[in-house]
């Protein structure tokens, strides 16, 4: 821990941003919503199926040949170079909306696998972040993180917020109820997968987060306030979300620096993570069966209205 908060002292900037960077904003008051005016009204004719198997794949990336990752432990939030004050709030949004969506939470002083850090030049705290400690971002495992490209995005991109998901694909023993990776790590021999039956077709491997780091640009968040931007960072910190996914059409947080006018999470934001997350935990959650559960995820919590 005293490592890992060390290595972002070094690398982070204090420097001054926007107030909400700075300092808890207090929630406007007796202000008039902006004028606005009404586009045109688009018929989408895709059936929902095909509308979540199209929002699964844009937003979903698990590494490659892998699953959607998962936590299987609570997800314990480290918000450092902020003000003490917006810190402190930002992490207690994120546990108190975790709890709401019955997403694993750790409790405020437990040890951070989520790194939230504020930086005035994010780009340049990625490139010296990735310089320093490489293996960090790619560990000498295989299957536990992005492909290259993926990487230069996190050390080349303008957006304001940036992240990179550290997983590892585990092995459920039906037989003894253990678990252990189903990957060799260094300095261990490979692991031992059994099968039990033939009608177990593959073993039960599924696949654990273990560590996600996201950067928040705050030169970059513009008029976002704070619990838009927690919920924007609950999506990111749950679940492994591609940066350049095209969420064009969809009602998602993920559209938050495109429209600031997204007030948080919405039903299909709501409807993903919560299908993620209840699907069997014995198994790898797949991309396909990702966009089943989603779909009647959404048909329970909103019925399709009858002509």
């Not at 992005?146 to 996190?154: D, E, K, N, Q, V």
């Not at 260094?186 to 560590?211: E, N, T």
């Not at 969809?250 to 495109?258: A, G, M, R, S």
Request: hydrophobic share 40%; with cysteine; proline share 7%.
């Amino acid at each position: 821990m005293v490592r890992w908060l060390g290595l972002i002292a070094a690398l982070t900037v204090s420097a001054a941003g926007p107030a909400w960077a700075q300092a808890v904003p207090a929630p406007a008051e007796g202000q008039d919503p902006p004028e606005s005016t009404l586009e045109d009204v688009v018929v989408d004719g895709r059936t929902l199926q095909e509308r979540a198997e199209t929002f699964v794949e844009e937003i979903a990336e698990p590494v490659r040949q892998r699953g959607l990752a998962r936590w299987a432990h609570p997800a314990c939030f480290g918000v450092v170079n902020f003000d003490g004050d917006a810190a402190r709030a930002i992490a207690d949004r994120l546990v108190s909306r975790a709890d709401e969506l019955g997403l694993p939470a750790g409790e405020l002083d437990c040890e951070p696998n989520v790194f939230i850090i504020g930086a005035v030049d994010a780009p340049g705290v990625a490139r010296a972040w990735v310089a320093r400690n490489p293996g960090a971002f790619e560990p000498r495992v295989s299957g536990t993180a992005g492909r290259p490209s993926a990487l230069r995005t996190f050390t080349s991109s303008d957006a304001a917020v940036r992240w990179w998901h550290i997983s590892i694909p585990m092995h459920f023993d039906i037989f003894t109820q253990g678990i252990q990776p189903a990957v060799r790590l260094p300095g261990q021999s490979a692991p031992h997968l059994r099968v039990y039956a033939r009608s177990q077709h593959q073993s039960r491997i599924r696949d654990d987060l273990l560590k996600v780091m996201v950067l928040v640009d705050v030169d970059r968040v513009g008029s976002v306030t704070i619990d838009q931007l927690c919920d924007y960072l609950l999506m990111v910190a749950y679940a492994q979300i591609d940066p350049e996914g095209d969420t064009t059409g969809y009602e998602t947080i993920l559209n938050l620096f495109e429209d600031p006018s997204t007030s948080g999470l919405t039903l299909w934001d709501r409807a993903y993570l919560t299908s993620l997350y209840e699907y069997d935990p014995t198994r790898r959650a797949r991309e396909a069966d990702q966009a089943d559960r989603l779909t009647e995820e959404i048909s329970r919590a909103e019925p399709p209205s009858s002509d």
